[in-house]
């Protein structure tokens, strides 16, 4: 069985989805969809599978966005000496 390289391959899509337990016609529910350190969290309403369903497509495409351009999280010092010292 031949191995594979680790840098081929991806990590798995994890999907939340976290129903709001009540009732009437129109429901919530929040959606977490995660790969690796990449994720997008969404909350929305629903009265029907149909719109979870569209609302797991919206995740996903949030996602693949995310992975064609991450955010830069790379801190950057914005302190600069005023040459002031305290006493």
């Known amino acids: 069985m031949a191995k594979t390289s680790s840098s081929n391959t991806r990590q798995p899509i994890i999907m939340t989805i976290t129903f709001a337990s009540q009732g009437g016609s129109e429901r919530s529910a929040t959606l977490l969809i995660q790969r690796g350190d990449l994720a997008s969290i969404r909350a929305f309403s629903y009265q029907n599978y149909n719109d979870v369903l569209a609302a797991m497509k919206a995740a996903s495409n949030d996602l693949i966005a995310l992975e064609i351009e ?7 010092s914005s302190k600069k000496s005023s040459g002031n010292t305290l006493k």
Do not use: E, I, W
């Open 70 to 76: 991450p955010p830069d999280l790379t801190v950057k």
